[in-house]
């Protein structure tokens, strides 16, 4: 240790002696990290094994004892900056979900018409929330909702893998620390005093991007006294001579902290410190695998959220990872040469030539754009070959929910749209037993019959699962925007299970007509034909419109409602004329006046699901 030697060259042969003897003491006790810390603490505080021994405590033996432990307190405070660098990048992307979810979403589904737009959108909403990890989790239910096809995903992705090379771009400036603590104390205000939403979750983005940038230098502090360690030089020689082993420690440890904005923002912070350089080692060569394998590793995300999903929604993660996998074989033999590619851009955007951290961040962009560059065109047949490697057909599910996921609860916007989804499909059903029930009033069906009461404990289950998926969403952070949603949609589950009721009530109605052997007057039955026919009109408009969460189209088909009671009202008074002239029979026309009260309580039921669309929960 060539301080050591520095520090002790003053020193009297006695005090030499002494400074061996420790030497050899610690060598064999900082052997671990608790002992280690342990160590330092009592002689960095100029305590030694005797008080009557001050030598002990001399700024010689400190320093030797400094260094002796320092791997271990570099190891140790590195682990602490890349937390709070993860906890940071966790808070924006929070923030930002509850602030913008839903037109992060919106504008996701919305760019994805053409492979070219969907580019862009990825690489705008990654580069806002940082974690191309939850955007490619996104795309997975996205996919497994139907929100867009597979194809349509595969441009999301690419850009994806672009915008989050932005965090390493802006860890790479040497103003990061001026800006963190402003951000900190200035987020940290806004989210504590602010009463509006948007100023509350601003304060949470803010203090999320200081503390990203407070662990960012934090980790190139913990980085200096690795250098003067012998352990870590040979760390970082055997790097620089095995390319794989660099590739193997970027998808390892990307795999683990399952973000690539931290493994390479961690890089980055080795090449700015010179870590990377000891020994005389070429940083970029070392670098550049780790950034490799870190592209790899951040696919695990979207395959461990592919699980349980649809098959559309496991191709978009298989085809992540094959994206990744066929861009770094076609880098690797061009290993010697990538450095060079670095340097020209780095330096012909005016980074200078020394600045490292720069360079590394430009390896990470380059080589997603080399990525994109490759795929984009061919995004067509792409998806064509991963429906080769995945084949499989998708089994039609009915009675479990199609899109409901509590893996992305983390997104609560995300997680509205698929329970939304799911209410619309359930709504649907509960529209085709209306039809089928109102339907065997003319003519019984047995098969029917018995296909509408497993629909009906479909419909059942689904309110169930609804239910529950929601009440777990409730417990997460929402937005009052989103709390009031959801209260809604727990109206609109239970309004839409109560209409399945009411078509079964109807079966069994139609049940009872045909037991009687009578059948309904020429008069009755075109009066039940318009009733049924305005009610279902006034459903499915209200459905439709909740789907496309139109508030205009669902206050269109609520002003049905009136017309489907004065309907109901005349209807029975003329009923009542019949069954004065002797017109028809009292059992059947008990049935008739059932089936009115019963469609007439359906459309009170379809407004309350309109007034969840029109946000007019006040009236439920």
Known sequence: MQSIKQHTQSCTSAQLNKVVACQAGIDRY????????????????????????????????????????????????????????????????????????????????????????????????????????????MLVGFVNAGLMTFTQSLGVILGADIGTTI?????????????????IGIGLLLYMVGNRRVVKYSGEILLGFGLLFLGMEIMKGAMVPLKNSGTFEGWITSLGSHWFLGLLLGIIITSIVQSSSATTSLVVAMGATGVLSIGGADPLRIAIPIILGCNIGTCITAWIASIGTSLPAKRVAWAHYIFK???????????????????????????SPDNIGRQIAWAHTIF??????????????????????????????????LFLDPRIFHSPALALEMARKEITRMGRLTLEMLHSAVGYLKKIDRSGKKQLLEMESIVDSLAHSITEYLSKLSQEPLADEQSDKLAGYMHAVNDIERIGDHAENIMYLAVNKMESGHGFTPSAAIELEELSETTFEMYEGIID???????????????????????????????????????CDGTVGVIYLDTLSNLERVGDLANNVGHVTTGELEKL
Not at 167 to 183: D, E, K
Not at 558 to 581: C, I, T, W
């Open 368 to 401: 997603n754009v080399i990525l994109t560059l490759i795929w984009l065109p061919f995004v067509p047949q792409f998806a064509a070959l991963i429906k080769k490697i995945k084949k499989g057909t998708e089994p039609e599910i009915m009675r479990d929910p």
């Open 167 to 183: 965090t390493a771009q802006i860890v790479a400036f040497n103003v990061i620390l001026y800006l963190s603590f402003p951000c």
């Open 545 to 583: 419109a909740f789907e496309r969460e139109d508030p205009a189209a669902a206050q269109h088909f609520q002003n049905l409602e009136h017309l489907v009671d004065e309907m109901a009202s005349k209807f029975r008074g003329n009923h009542l004329k019949r069954l004065n002239r002797g017109e």
């Open 325 to 351: 996998i066929t861009a770094v074989v076609l880098v690797l033999p061009f290993l010697a040469w990538y450095p060079t590619l670095v340097r020209w851009v780095s330096e012909g955007l005016g980074a």
């Open 30 to 137: 900082a052997k671990s990290p608790l002992r280690a810390a342990g160590l330092f603490y009592i002689i960095s505080r100029g305590k030694g094994t005797s008080r009557a021994d001050p030598d002990f405590a001399s700024r010689e033996i400190r320093i030797m004892t400094l260094e002796a432990t320092s791997i271990w307190f570099g190891i140790i405070v590195l682990i602490g900056g890349l937390g709070m660098f993860i906890y940071g990048m966790v808070l924006m992307n929070e923030g930002l979900q509850l602030a913008a979810g839903d037109r992060l979403r919106r504008m996701l589904e919305t760019f994805t018409k053409t492979r070219y737009r969907g580019l862009a959108a990825g690489t705008g909403v990654t580069a806002l929330i940082q974690s191309s990890s939850a955007t490619t989790v």
